[in-house]
């Protein structure tokens, strides 16, 4: 769709022609505006806030800005418990946390565009039962998990 400018000089020469721009074209110029802003503007990508994992309670936390709903799985060689967290971003490079045994290392970093990817490794000869392993959610954004403890294989 075009605007058309029009000159004070056309409007008096043409008032019909004007009141017709006016409540045609110049009616729908907020909502063009608007349109045009909101597909201009960059999305704020939801972000992970904080994070910590205590090694003496062997509990992950973290804080997100929106809702999330984190999957957890465990792998293994090595023994680590992962930790997807869809639609959040992580935009730095991969944060690496040394623990003392029996969790080697906690990582975070971003696993694919959309998700952040917190792994607590084990130290080799370490593994958890993963039925122990206790998710919970303080509210949509602020979760824990619990890890038992691990044992020797």
């Known amino acids: 769709m075009a605007i058309a400018l029009i000159s004070p000089q056309h409007l008096d020469n043409n008032k019909t022609m004007a009141s ?3 409540w045609s ?11 045009a802003s909101i597909i201009a503007a960059p999305a704020e990508a939801a972000v992970l806030q904080f994070w910590r994992f205590d090694t003496n309670a062997n509990r992950l936390v973290f ?3 929106i809702g ?17 967290l869809p ?9 690496r946390q040394p623990a003392r045994n029996p969790v080697q290392e906690v990582r975070v970093g971003r696993f694919e565009e959309q998700t952040t990817r917190i792994v ?7 593994t958890i039962d993963p039925d122990e392993v206790r998710v919970r959610g303080a509210t949509a954004a ?7 403890t691990p044992q020797r294989f």
Request: hydrophobic content about 45%.
């Open 20 to 22: 017709k721009f006016r």
């Open 25 to 35: 074209n110049f009616s729908l110029l907020p909502a063009i505006i608007l349109a």
């Open 63 to 65: 804080l997100t800005d």
């Open 68 to 84: 999330v709903q984190p999957r957890v799985q465990l792998l293994d060689n090595p023994t680590r418990l992962v930790v997807d």
């Open 87 to 95: 639609g959040i971003v992580f935009a730095r490079p991969t944060v």
């Open 120 to 126: 607590v490794e084990l130290s080799p000869g370490y």
């Open 142 to 148: 602020q979760w824990s998990i619990d890890l038992p």
